[in-house]
């Protein structure tokens, strides 16, 4: 799909590591995709509890997901962990770009379809399993924890929950 998009005409943008790529809240009307870097989709409450939902990596397409949605806002963060570049295409030009190639209409409902998988994913990970088993599992995938605040906010819970539930692995021989 960013192959073909790159032949629509769009404009190119760089972020310095730490910047907001995109604000929750904001109106996305136009896509982008991610050609150098990676970013942090993070969910903020109103009691300024954070929740990092995934970490998204060069070559991507963001903000897909929201750009036909009846509420077009992005309903979360996007920021930079790295420096990264940027191609953004307006919904009027992916709109044109749908009715020339369906076939990349097509590619598009799958990737939005497996983004909502994805999200369902989560959902469930985070409300139906308990934090050990939550970490068991990162810790699968990542045999070592190199930021606990970070991993912290990745599974939505406090550093000293975390902490506790790493020294009942620990004591139970699971870690």
Do not use: W
């Amino acid at each position: 799909m960013a192959n073909l998009l790159f032949a629509v005409p769009g404009a190119k943008r760089k972020y310095k590591e730490g910047d907001f790529v995109a604000h929750q809240g904001e109106v996305c009307d136009k896509i982008a995709i991610m050609t150098k870097g990676s970013v942090c989709s993070i969910m903020i409450n109103e009691y300024g509890k954070e929740l990092i939902l995934s970490n998204i990596e060069s070559p991507d397409v963001l903000g897909y997901t929201y750009l036909f949605a009846t509420e077009n806002k992005f309903n979360v963060n996007l920021i930079a962990k790295t420096s990264c570049e940027m191609y953004f295409i307006e919904k009027e030009r992916i709109v044109a770009l749908m009715y020339e190639r369906p076939a990349f209409m097509q590619s598009y409902i799958k990737s939005m379809a497996d983004r909502g998988l994805f999200v369902f994913k989560r959902l469930y990970e985070l409300n139906l399993h308990s934090l050990k088993q939550r970490l068991l599992k990162y810790l699968e995938k990542n045999p070592e924890i190199t930021n606990q605040a970070e991993l912290a906010k990745r599974l939505g819970v406090t550093r000293p929950s975390l902490s506790r539930a790493l020294a009942e692995l620990r004591r139970d021989g699971l870690f």
